[in-house]
């Protein structure tokens, strides 16, 4: 059993908190607005309210975390996949993160997501899947990380 931090619990991201609870892993999902909290506790994970812009209230609740999901592909806004990305993979370094799951935006504005998280895997040595959008996928993706 894994405990899984999923950044981004929307409405996929509960649905991935779903099938990984039901796989018999802990979950911990974020969200920046604390009347979703109830959301992601009906899908079976421990809700926490962060901000992903704001690293500093997601870092207290990597603890014990063993994959992170970066599930913010749906977001454009270019810090959440460059500096802020690159801040956090840094950061993870000294966490007990061994496994990175990165939803890419999939455009061409975006794709220095996809190079930041390759990069942290091979300087690392952190496992790490990209997913585009087709969220049927992340399961199994997240299954390779564990």
């Not at 996809?114 to 299954?143: F, G, K, L, Y």
């Amino acid at each position: 059993m894994a405990r899984v931090l999923i950044v981004g619990c929307g409405c996929r991201g509960r649905e991935l908190a779903r099938e990984l609870v039901a796989a018999g892993h802990a979950v911990r999902g974020t969200t920046r607005d604390p009347a979703r909290v109830p959301d992601i506790e009906a899908a079976g994970a421990e809700a926490v309210v962060a901000d992903p812009d704001r690293l500093g209230t997601l870092m207290p609740h990597i603890e014990g975390v063993t994959v992170l999901c970066w599930l913010l592909g749906t977001v454009r806004v270019a810090d959440l996949h460059g500096p802020r990305l690159r801040t956090l993979l840094e950061r993870l370094v000294d966490t007990p993160v061994r496994g990175f799951l990165y939803e890419a935006p999939g455009e061409e504005a975006f794709a220095g997501g996809v190079a930041a998280v390759q990069e942290a895997s091979v300087t690392w040595s952190i496992p790490a899947e990209v997913v585009e959008a087709d969220h049927t996928a992340w399961p199994a993706a997240v299954a390779r990380l564990l």
